[in-house]
């Protein structure tokens, strides 16, 4: 007669614990370890999305270009994790840029082209398909993609239910927390509309204080946890960057980046309270991952930095964003976590729409036919998709002209409407506006559109971007040649 082996040791076992004797058994069967491990094996990772608004990709130690930055615990989640060295924004405003990220699509399509719009309620978002897929969905801090007026259901504070993009578990935030917060006293909004004030402490760390509440709490089902903070983002009403009481006398003397050195703006001013906020950031995410250390989560948690747009501290533009330069859409992004373990570079060109597809297929959830971005995570241990990849970057520009912009590892190509009009999503006519050679002059400090010595080139960039205007949904636009080198 055969015997099953297992089957025998583990009958021996129960007889044995039956007659109060101790049998050991080999590890492999012991029936409370696979059980834990088949249950370890069936929980989805938990997912935590941090975004840190209007940080600076090149403020993150770990990318090596910045002498005064103090991110030790950015720079070990990168020593640990997947950094994309040359991610964008495919909208460099915060609202858009958020809409893009939430949902894969072009801000064109979501309805929010620039701030203060309402976010498509048809669009399936990263918090909806996660939560479908037996997640929670939380929220934290700052959303932005409600109506901007009270008189269309929305305003700066409290989110109707409808307009949370599938955040429908914890909701702590606002809509515009620069206007219902300063950076030491103000107020966000739970669920339900109830208050939640904090006084005497910096904004970084009360948003963190929530975030902590919430890690701590037993979670019945894996969660998603969008971390929305503002800095290091200007104070609105103030006008003026804020960092942590008596960090910018500590950085008065930091660096300058050379892409601002030589440019008017306000960066003389607005530097040292910059980095001060942006150290603040950095230690926030160090008590996060502490948190989830001391609450055994880290193993089986997907943790992502990323911001939704740079700051050219009014060098580009009258403001710090709403460019196509990398002040403006080149931005942090690291991943680390189940999927995306060990410290590796990637140094293809990655936009913030592919970031939902890559979230959804790392939890092993399917994409939706709809999102137009693209999972990354075939280029982590694929020679052959890395060379596949397109490596080209639509990027739509509002508010501060209507203007569109292709993004190559080794060019940037900007066309605009002539009549200067922001009041459109979108023009059937462009100028040549600004073309800036990465390789030669990554400071973006020579423009070259209209010189005739890069016409073939100008000419081939058009090209490409009518084709990823079309396939954003947009008709075929004109673009007229620049005529000022003849």
């Known amino acids: 007669m055969t015997v099953n082996r297992r089957n025998f040791l583990l009958g021996t076992a129960a007889a044995a614990a039956q007659a109060g004797v101790t049998v050991a058994l080999p590890a492999a069967v012991k029936p409370d370890s696979r059980a834990q491990e088949s249950q370890a094996n069936k929980r989805k990772p938990n997912i935590i999305l941090y975004l840190s608004d209007q940080f600076r990709w090149d403020f993150v130690g770990a990318n090596g270009l910045n002498s005064s930055t103090r991110t030790p615990n950015?720079?070990?989640?990168?020593?640990?994790?997947?950094?994309?060295t040359h991610a964008v924004t495919n909208q460099p405003v915060c609202a858009p840029a958020r809409s893009v990220l939430m949902t894969g699509r072009y801000a064109s399509e979501t309805g929010v082209w620039h701030n203060g719009l309402p976010m498509s309620t048809e669009l399936p978002?990263?918090?909806?398909?996660?939560?479908?897929a037996g997640y929670t969905s939380n929220l934290?801090?700052?959303?932005?993609?409600?109506?901007g007026k009270v008189a269309d259901g929305g305003g700066p504070g409290y989110v109707k239910p409808e307009y949370r993009g599938g955040f429908l578990d914890l909701w702590e935030g606002a809509n515009a927390l620069e206007h219902t917060t300063?950076?030491?006293e103000?107020?966000?909004?739970d669920g339900d509309g109830k208050e939640i004030t904090f006084k005497d402490e910096y904004r970084v760390d009360f948003i963190t204080d929530r975030a902590e509440r919430f890690l701590r709490q037993k979670q019945e089902k894996p969660f998603f946890l969008f971390i929305s903070q503002l800095e290091p983002h200007q104070q609105n009403d103030m006008k003026r960057m804020v960092g942590p009481k008596g960090s910018a006398e500590r950085f008065i003397n930091a660096s300058v980046p050379p892409d601002l050195r030589s440019l008017p703006g306000d960066w003389h001013q607005q530097l040292p309270d910059y980095y001060g906020a942006c150290e603040s950031i950095d230690a926030s995410v160090g008590r996060v991952r502490k948190i989830l250390e001391e609450e055994n989560l880290a193993d089986n948690t997907i943790f992502v930095f990323i911001s939704d747009h740079g700051c050219h501290f009014m060098t580009r533009n009258q403001e710090y964003k709403r460019s196509t330069h990398n002040s403006s859409v080149?931005?942090?992004l690291i991943i680390q976590g189940p999927g995306f373990e060990g410290a590796q570079q990637i140094p293809e060109l990655f936009?913030?729409?592919?970031?939902?597809p890559t979230l959804l297929e790392a939890a092993g959830v399917q994409v939706p036919a709809s999102m137009k971005g693209k999972s990354v995570l075939p280029l982590l241990n694929d020679a052959r998709a890395r060379e596949e990849w397109p490596n080209k970057e639509l990027i739509q520009i509002s508010e501060s002209m209507t203007g569109r912009a292709i993004r190559t590892q080794d060019w940037t190509y900007c066309v605009a409407d002539p009549t200067g009009s922001t009041k459109t999503s979108a023009s059937n006519n462009y100028h040549e506006y600004q073309?800036?050679?990465q390789r030669a002059d990554p400071q973006e400090l020579v423009n070259l559109a209209g010189r005739k010595e890069y016409r073939e080139k100008a000419n081939e960039l058009r090209e490409e971007l009518k084709k990823l205007i079309v396939a954003s949904g947009e008709p075929e636009p004109e673009i007229v040649e620049a005529k000022l080198y003849p």
């Open 74 to 84: 950015l720079d070990a989640l990168a020593a640990h994790g997947k950094n994309f």
């Open 186 to 189: 103000g107020t966000i909004y």
């Open 435 to 437: 073309m800036y050679d």
């Open 182 to 184: 300063h950076p030491y």
């Open 351 to 356: 936009g913030i729409i592919n970031v939902a």
């Open 140 to 147: 934290i801090g700052k959303w932005h993609l409600a109506p």
């Open 125 to 132: 978002t990263l918090a909806g398909e996660l939560r479908k």
């Open 330 to 332: 080149r931005i942090p």
